[in-house]
């Protein structure tokens, strides 16, 4: 696993931005997994401006975002899909076709997830995915329990979770939905080359017991020591709690 230690959040963001221009400058047409939540704001913002300045091109690559959240639909307001749109799809030439994200109002979850296994396969895999981290560990909507899922699949989400997400449900946790579709951890493994980014004092904790703490389905994001083509770019305050042994 590969560990970049950056002062700043803007300077986690400019070193993820980074890698999605190399990962897009091998192969025009990469395919990206992409995250939601506070962290990759600001990357997104980097992209947008990129691709303004001809910098980036998404005209060939294709997206499949994380996870969504169940039981609303992509014109809710604290969907990922608008999440997704007003952050980054309003603003760079990736066409809409090749933007993938889950239905969260599909009639039938569990084939969702199946056709969302079926898509990703059909494009070749990912390429790059990035990640975000929850404070209990979770990636996408992977929580911590006694076994995880490998392939995308509905999940439970935790009140933890469910109040770090208010944010995008006006600030009230009980607006939130109790569940949601996600890729599973299979899914998120099998991509060739993973960057998670992990930002602030409260992904601390995580941060180190990714680092040198045991695999365990307690802390879903330890399973990225399984991958051989991991890095994790912190701030100073998500890595403040790393040991130096
Ligand atoms: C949500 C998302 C995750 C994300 C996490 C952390 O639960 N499903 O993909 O990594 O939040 O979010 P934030 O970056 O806001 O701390």
């Known amino acids: 696993m590969r560990l970049t230690l950056r002062t700043t959040e803007r ?4 070193a993820a931005a980074e890698r999605v221009a190399e990962v897009l400058a091998a192969d025009a047409a990469a395919v990206l997994g992409l995250p939601t939540g506070r962290t990759p704001m600001r990357l ?15 005209g060939r690559a294709t997206t499949f975002n994380l996870d969504e959240f169940l039981g609303i639909g992509p014109d809710h307001p604290g969907s990922y899909h608008a999440y997704m749109r007003q952050h980054l799809f309003a603003h760079v030439n990736l066409p809409s076709a090749r933007a993938h994200l889950l239905r969260g109002d599909a009639a039938d979850p569990e084939r969702e997830c199946e056709r969302y296994e079926t898509d990703i396969e059909a494009a070749g895999g990912i390429d790059l995915q990035l990640l975000g981290i929850g404070a209990n560990g979770h990636i996408g909507f992977n929580e911590p329990g006694p076994c995880l899922c490998a392939r995308t699949h509905r999940a439970m989400l935790r009140p933890s979770t469910r109040r770090a997400n208010a944010l995008f449900f ?4 009980e607006a939130v939905p109790q569940e949601a579709l996600s890729m599973g951890m299979g899914t998120i493994l099998k991509a060739r080359r ?30 990225l020591q399984l991958h051989r083509h991991v890095e994790l770019i912190c701030d100073r305050a998500a890595a403040a709690l790393i040991s130096d042994e």
Do not use: C, Q
């Not at 997104?44 to 998404?58: I, M, N, Q, W």
């Not at 980014?197 to 399973?223: C, D, E």
């Open 11 to 14: 300077e986690v963001a400019a």
């Open 44 to 58: 997104y913002r980097l992209l947008a401006r990129l691709g303004d300045e001809g910098a980036l091109d998404f």
């Open 170 to 173: 006006g600030g009230n946790a």
């Open 194 to 223: 993973i960057v998670l980014m992990a930002t602030g004092k409260s992904k601390a904790r995580a941060v180190a017991r990714i680092v040198s703490g045991p695999l365990t389905t307690r802390l879903p994001a330890s399973f």
